[in-house]
């Protein structure tokens, strides 16, 4: 048996099997880079997704807020006489707008994972409008006057309307905003 021609083939099975072996290499990492590409998608994706459930409960919380606060105003407005005839204590402003529902936090969310613009600004037009309407009443009911207390209520729920349209318009807004950003 001549086993020549190995030693003649040799140099050539180096090369060819470098070759080889950096081809193999090459297609590893190149699967290696098309799934680190498929994971980054991946994450990009949860990371979206993730940030529209935030804005989602964000917002969702501040319409809970607003139907809590248009809920007092409703409970002051209809106790509004025994609370002047029985001189009861009445919350501040900011107990009803802050402590009971956190309205404010609810706000301060909104303004945080929307930005100011566009909808930062409708959501801060809410909240002046409920905290308003709350001042008044309960000023009117401070100053034992049961007739600005129906027509503080009266501009609540002509206002109310208005109020209703710009959380239609935050409606399309944010949903536009969380699914394109």
Known sequence: MDSGWIIEWAPVFGVVSTFVIAFMQWRISWAQKQIAGQQQ?????????????????????????????ERIIREISDSSREIIQDRKSLLSVSEIMEEKTD??????????????????????????????????????????????????????????????????ELDKSILNYSLFR
């Open 41 to 69: 998608r991946i994450a990009d994706e949860k990371l979206q997704l993730d940030l529209f459930n935030r804005r989602y409960d964000a917002w969702e919380n501040f319409r809970k807020s607003a139907l809590e606060v």
């Open 103 to 168: 309205f404010k936090g609810a706000l301060f969310q909104m303004k945080m994972l929307f930005g100011q613009k566009l909808i930062g600004e409708k959501c801060e037009e809410i909240y002046d409008f409920y905290e308003k309407e709350v001042q008044d009443l309960c000023q009117a009911i401070a100053d034992h006057n049961e007739e600005r207390v129906k027509i503080s209520y009266d501009d609540f729920v002509r206002l109310k309307l208005k109020s209703a349209k710009i959380f239609e």
